[in-house]
């Protein structure tokens, strides 16, 4: 069993390890408008980048899953890739609960800064990382990015650069 980050009631936050690699992309799948990837993308989050992404696992089922890294050139900002929680898991305030759970680990220690990138069409996902700022103290930005022409034409919405900072959580090494 992985480390185990949190214990709410019957839920268990934790970093992925392989055996989770397929249910996390299931979840992926339920959780629209999340872009699915490959399995096997979903299996290196879960292995490689283990200690930046999460999961919130209920009765033996993923209920949540946060995916995302150290910029490789910015280690002080933590890119969050994609957050989903389960429809029958939502309100509760699970999601930020994860987020902040990820940015408390030691592994984060030098972390001050978190960027993700949203559409426009997204108010949950907004709301999500609104609410993160006000919890965190935390000055929210959102800038042009991804544009409709970087995805190819083919429909794909335009992607916001959002970037919160800077943060305040506790890490768990001190
Ligand atoms: C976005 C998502 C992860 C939120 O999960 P959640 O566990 O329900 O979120 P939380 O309960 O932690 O919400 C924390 C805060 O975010 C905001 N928020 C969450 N869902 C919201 C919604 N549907 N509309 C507006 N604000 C919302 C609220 O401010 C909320 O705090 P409050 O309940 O005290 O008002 C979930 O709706 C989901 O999986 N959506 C589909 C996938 C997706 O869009 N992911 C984000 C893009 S990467």
């Known amino acids: 069993m992985a480390d185990i980050d949190a214990r709410v009631a019957d839920i268990i936050l934790r970093k992925p390890t392989m055996e989770d690699g397929a249910a996390f992309h299931d979840l992926v799948s339920e959780c629209p408008p999340l872009d699915e990837n490959s399995i096997y993308c979903n299996l290196l989050q879960c292995t490689d980048f283990a200690d930046t992404c999460m999961v919130a696992e209920k009765e033996g089922r993923l209920?949540?899953?946060?995916?995302?890294?150290?910029?490789?050139?910015?280690?002080?900002?933590?890119?969050?890739?994609?957050?989903?929680?389960?429809?029958?898991?939502?309100?509760?305030?699970?999601a930020l609960r994860m987020i902040q759970s990820i940015l408390a680990r030691d592994f984060c220690r030098g972390v001050d800064e978190l960027q993700c990138t949203i559409t426009r069409s997204n108010t949950a996902s907004r709301g999500l990382f609104h609410a993160l700022a006000e919890a965190e103290g935390a000055e929210i930005s959102e800038h042009d990015y991804f544009t409709e022409a970087h995805f190819g034409g083919g429909g794909h919405e335009a992607e916001f650069q959002f970037?919160?900072?800077p943060l305040k959580t506790p890490k768990a090494g001190g």
């Open 63 to 94: 209920a949540g899953l946060v995916s995302g890294y150290l910029k490789p050139r910015e280690p002080n900002v933590y890119f969050l890739w994609q957050v989903g929680v389960h429809e029958a898991a939502r309100g509760h305030g699970l």
């Open 163 to 165: 970037r919160v900072r």
